[in-house]
């Protein structure tokens, strides 16, 4: 296990900041070494174009990252090399850039993606694989159980009951019983049409109503294609289980997006939802400071905040702001993956930069966070641009990764079987396909442990009704991490 602490030189780079310190130069840390592994695509002459464009998307040596892996069967807009090269020229707006390549540059591009292809078959399977035995880390030992497989999953919640309900691409919400994937699904969820890319994906996060037990309202995240605008339409939608089917649907709100892997919900002590909308921005042509993440009319890049049946509290900080979406909380966000309050009702988000810049932040009332002015990340592009950090009235992350693990779903712990992780943060990775453990100290980190590693692309984190950690993985494993003993 890797344990990181914020203090002595090191290799590599992980920085620890806050608003009060932003000025303060970014620590070192110290690293475990990571085991080596030959890499026989290192030396092609298209490895460095892909490590600077499409590494950060795809994932080091394409296995995939936010962005699908390239080194699997499944090839979405075809395998041929004018397939290739009609993809890397012309993009898929709104989810892929467009790259301007010289010829010689773009089929040495294609001649690197192949033999990744061929290469990672052979060397990167371990990746899917629960490990077995005790794994022991700095503060807790435990095992990872295997509870359930599912297809294309992408989220979890607990019922009061101690059910799982897991959102699935297919337009389903799957059900854990006893530990026991039931094989009858909850059906009936109205979704026109399945979305293209991201395999498929069309229901995404998953949360309930605070007074659930009383009300029975459970909140879905759904994403469908749109046949104006930016191709995504996101709606928040609510509904019931009843007879075991989805009632009582309401859509809550909706809104054109080009992102597919954000929305994610949490509901804080009072009973109001919170709600991120992405923004990665990597075909943004405009003036940085024109984009859809920093304008208060656009829903895109921004944590929204509103009651429980989709309103705007009159206490939003930009209710009258003339022309301003009244539902915006923060902006200046890039792509949320992970929203989570701790147990003293602070709102945490993690975040996914671009070629570096992954951030954990604070979310504050009315605040900007800078994307794409400010970022500790860089473009995926080939338009050179200097690095902005840092600029006052926007706000710092508490933790800055570079190189970007690709976080995703957090959770804080809030159980008793880990005594020694109580109110700790988890966050779980796509690239590096890791968790992480923090530890905070006053909303700032003091320690990073890495506890697990090389499982599959961790798509959600959370708290079971057991106290133990459970994992939601891309590959649609649904994991335990119990103790040991």
Same mark, same amino acid.
Request: charged share 20%; net charge neutral.
């Given at each position: 296990?890797?344990?990181w602490?914020?203090?002595?030189?090191?290799?590599?780079?992980?920085? +620890?900041?806050?608003?009060?310190? &932003?000025?303060?130069?970014?620590?070192?840390?110290?690293?475990?070494p990571?085991?080596?592994?030959?890499?026989?695509?290192?030396?092609?002459?298209?490895?460095?174009?892909?490590?600077?464009?499409?590494?950060?998307?795809?994932?080091?040596?394409?296995?995939?990252?936010?962005?699908?892996?390239?080194?699997?069967?499944?090839w979405?807009?075809?395998?041929?090399?004018?397939?290739?090269?009609?993809?890397?020229?012309?993009?898929?707006?709104?989810?892929?850039?467009?790259?301007?390549?010289?010829?010689?540059?773009?089929?040495?591009?294609?001649?690197?993606?192949?033999?990744?292809?061929?290469?990672?078959?052979?060397?990167?399977?371990s990746?899917?694989?629960?490990?077995?035995?005790?794994?022991?880390?700095?503060a807790?030992?435990?095992?990872?159980?295997?509870? &359930?497989?599912?297809?294309?999953?992408?989220?979890?919640?607990?019922?009061?009951?101690?059910?799982?309900?897991?959102?699935?691409?297919?337009?389903?919400?799957r059900?854990?019983?006893?530990?026991?994937?039931?094989?009858?699904?909850?059906?009936?969820?109205?979704?026109?049409?399945?979305?293209?890319?991201?395999?498929?994906?069309?229901?995404?996060?998953?949360?309930?109503?605070?007074?659930?037990?009383?009300?029975?309202?459970?909140?879905?995240?759904i994403?469908?294609?749109?046949?104006?605008?930016?191709?995504?339409?996101?709606?928040?939608?609510?509904?019931?289980?009843?007879?075991?089917?989805?009632?009582?649907?309401?859509?809550?709100?909706?809104?054109?997006?080009?992102?597919?892997? %954000?929305?994610?919900?949490?509901?804080?002590?009072?009973?109001?939802?919170?709600?991120?909308?992405?923004? +990665?921005?990597?075909?943004?042509?405009?003036?940085?400071e024109?984009?859809?993440?920093?304008?208060? +009319?656009?829903?895109?890049?921004?944590?929204?905040?509103?009651h429980?049946?989709?309103?705007?509290?009159?206490?939003?900080?930009?209710?009258?702001?003339?022309?301003?979406?009244k539902?915006?909380?923060?902006?200046?966000?890039?792509?949320s993956?992970?929203?989570?309050?701790?147990?003293?009702g602070?709102?945490?988000?993690?975040?996914?930069?671009?070629?570096?810049?992954?951030?954990?932040?604070?979310?504050?009332?009315?605040?900007?966070?800078?994307?794409?002015?400010? %970022?500790?990340?860089?473009?995926?592009? +080939?338009?050179?641009?200097?690095?902005?950090?840092?600029?006052?009235?926007?706000?710092?992350?508490?933790?800055?990764?570079?190189?970007?693990?690709?976080?995703?779903?957090?959770?804080?712990?809030a159980?008793?079987?880990?005594?020694?992780?109580?109110?700790?943060?988890?966050?779980? %990775?796509?690239?590096?396909?890791?968790?992480?453990?923090?530890?905070?100290k006053?909303?700032?980190?003091?320690?990073?442990?890495?506890?697990?590693?090389?499982?599959?692309?961790?798509?959600?984190?959370?708290?079971?009704?057991?106290?133990?950690?459970?994992?939601?993985?891309?590959?649609?494993?649904?994991?335990?991490?119990?103790?040991?003993?």
């Amino acid at each position: 296990m890797k344990r990181w602490i914020v203090a002595a030189a090191g290799a590599g780079l992980l920085m +620890s900041v806050t608003a009060a310190d &932003a000025q303060v130069p970014a620590k070192a840390i110290v690293r475990a070494p990571a085991p080596e592994r030959s890499d026989p695509t290192a030396a092609l002459p298209g490895a460095k174009t892909f490590n600077e464009l499409c590494a950060g998307c795809h994932g080091a040596r394409a296995v995939g990252a936010e962005g699908p892996s390239l080194s699997d069967e499944y090839w979405k807009h075809g395998r041929a090399d004018a397939d290739l090269e009609k993809a890397i020229r012309g993009g898929f707006p709104p989810t892929m850039a467009a790259f301007d390549l010289p010829a010689p540059q773009v089929k040495d591009l294609i001649a690197y993606i192949r033999t990744a292809f061929v290469a990672t078959l052979v060397v990167d399977r371990s990746v899917q694989q629960v490990p077995a035995g005790v794994m022991r880390t700095e503060a807790a030992d435990f095992r990872v159980e295997t509870v &359930a497989k599912l297809a294309a999953p992408y989220a979890f919640v607990f019922l009061p009951d101690g059910r799982a309900l897991i959102t699935e691409a297919s337009g389903v919400l799957r059900v854990v019983e006893k530990g026991k994937l039931l094989p009858q699904a909850i059906e009936g969820i109205p979704i026109d049409k399945p979305l293209n890319g991201a395999a498929g994906r069309r229901i995404l996060n998953i949360a309930l109503h605070p007074g659930y037990a009383r009300n029975g309202w459970i909140y879905l995240t759904i994403a469908e294609p749109s046949a104006v605008g930016r191709d995504v339409l996101m709606r928040l939608v609510r509904g019931k289980i009843q007879n075991g089917r989805w009632a009582e649907h309401q859509i809550l709100f909706e809104t054109l997006t080009g992102e597919s892997s %954000t929305a994610r919900m949490a509901f804080d002590r009072d009973g109001y939802l919170f709600l991120t909308m992405g923004f +990665s921005g990597n075909i943004y042509v405009g003036a940085p400071e024109d984009a859809p993440s920093l304008d208060l +009319s656009d829903a895109n890049g921004k944590v929204l905040r509103m009651h429980d049946d989709g309103r705007a509290p009159a206490d939003n900080p930009f209710v009258n702001v003339e022309g301003a979406l009244k539902q915006v909380w923060s902006y200046g966000h890039r792509q949320s993956l992970g929203l989570a309050f701790d147990a003293n009702g602070v709102l945490w988000e993690s975040e996914n930069g671009a070629r570096g810049g992954d951030e954990m932040n604070i979310i504050r009332k009315g605040a900007n966070y800078g994307w794409p002015v400010v %970022t500790w990340g860089h473009r995926y592009d +080939s338009v050179p641009r200097i690095a902005m950090p840092e600029m006052d009235g926007v706000e710092q992350p508490v933790v800055s990764w570079a190189p970007s693990p690709a976080v995703s779903a957090i959770a804080f712990y809030a159980g008793n079987v880990f005594p020694r992780w109580k109110e700790n943060l988890f966050v779980g %990775t796509m690239k590096n396909r890791a968790l992480y453990r923090i530890v905070l100290k006053d909303n700032r980190q003091v320690l990073q442990e890495e506890v697990l590693r090389g499982i599959d692309r961790i798509r959600d984190v959370g708290v079971g009704p057991d106290g133990c950690l459970y994992l939601l993985t891309d590959g649609g494993l649904f994991l335990r991490l119990a103790p040991a003993s």
